[in-house]
């Protein structure tokens, strides 16, 4: 048995061990476990619970541990928890999620309450989301984060330490530090390697690195994915028309990229329109709704097929053996 298949399989009996708690009520030891677990794993456990047990275990996580949990739930689950929380604890939840994964959200849920949603938000929150929504969909601003550490060219290196210690905690990364100019126009990047091989006394200006790759709010998100992949950067700058910094996108962006980008050209090689639904929770009529066009045009096709083949029926009957090569030539077309 690989190491994959054995954490699997050891997290299939966590899942049991913590459902079965769930089902005794023994909530103290349920919490204690729980706080042992990472986020994902903790999400796969709530979506496993029945509906009227999962805001009672999401009560139980830290404020800050529930918004995390809270970010990898599916968007039914999501909504579920909202449909049950009070605006106090939603609007806790909102402020300690990092803004795209707010914005991720609000795109998936129903209007009334995403109008919950923002009505319980503090107006600066409200209004960076608002701008985030109406960036195009599938650019680089519909996925980007305005969580980052930006520095000033005359900090010295001791000044960005501890800037990075007072706001780091609210950055998505803190590994690379953008520079910025007084109109937040974006003139640099370091890292903390580089602040960290240099004295304390030297400034961001003379240590930064001054050629930065960027993209800009209206990219298309596949090319910030080819960009990413292109130079092996961890999180890429997103800039205005004005060049001024308005966010970064990390690679834990890029990576649910490139997985809606796989799963829509596989759903277009099993010839069906892309859905925004797992498939195993899209309803059969959906599903028949995202076939049929391809079925109908299947089926046009074939039709033309047939009527070549027809046209030159004298040909197979003179030579049988002509008809053995169809399905050769069908399937090096298909």
């Keep these: 048995m690989s190491n994959e298949t054995m954490e699997n399989f050891d997290l299939d009996e966590l ?28 999400a796969l456990f709530i979506e496993e619970l029945e509906p009227d047990r999962t805001v009672v275990v999401f009560r139980m996580l830290p404020k800050s541990l529930a918004a995390e949990v809270f970010a990898e739930l599916e968007i039914e689950e999501q909504e579920h928890i909202i449909n049950r929380i009070t605006d106090k604890e939603l609007s806790e939840i909102v402020e300690d999620l990092y ?5 991720d959200m609000l795109e998936e849920l129903p209007a009334t309450i995403v109008r919950r949603v923002m009505e319980n938000t503090k107006p600066e929150t409200r209004k960076l989301i608002n701008q985030f929504l109406n960036y195009p969909e599938n650019s680089a601003g519909s996925i980007m984060t305005a969580e980052y550490i930006g520095l000033k060219k005359n900090m010295t290196v001791e000044e960005c330490f501890a ?38 006394g030297a400034l961001v200006g003379d240590i930064m690195d001054d050629n930065v ?27 205005d028309s004005e060049d001024r910094l308005v966010g970064i996108i990390t690679v834990d962006d890029v990576m649910d990229v490139m997985e809606e980008e796989a799963t829509e050209d596989i759903e277009k090689m099993a010839a069906m329109l892309p ?12 599903l028949a709704k995202n076939r049929i066009p391809w079925l109908l045009f299947l089926m046009l096709s074939s039709t033309l097929s047939g009527a070549i083949l027809t046209r ?19 399937n ?3």
């Design 275 to 286: 859905s925004e639904k797992p498939y195993l929770k899209t309803g059969v009529f959906e």
């Design 15 to 42: 899942i049991e061990e913590l459902l079965q708690l769930v089902e005794e009520k023994k909530y103290r030891q349920l919490k204690s476990a729980l706080l042992e677990l990472n986020e994902v794993d903790i």
């Design 163 to 200: 800037y990075i210690r007072k706001h780091g905690t609210d950055s998505e990364t803190i590994y690379t530090c953008y520079v910025m100019g007084a109109k937040r126009q974006l003139e640099g990047v370091v890292t903390v390697k580089d602040l960290l091989m240099n004295p304390y």
């Design 213 to 239: 790759i960027k993209v800009t709010t209206i990219m298309d998100q596949e090319e910030v994915v080819e960009m990413m992949n292109k130079y092996d950067l961890l999180s890429m700058p997103v800039v």
């Design 99 to 103: 803004v795209d994964d707010a914005v």
């Design 312 to 330: 030159y029926e004298n040909a197979f009957a003179a030579i049988p053996l002509l008809v053995s090569f169809t399905p050769m030539l069908m």
């Design 332 to 334: 090096t077309g298909g």
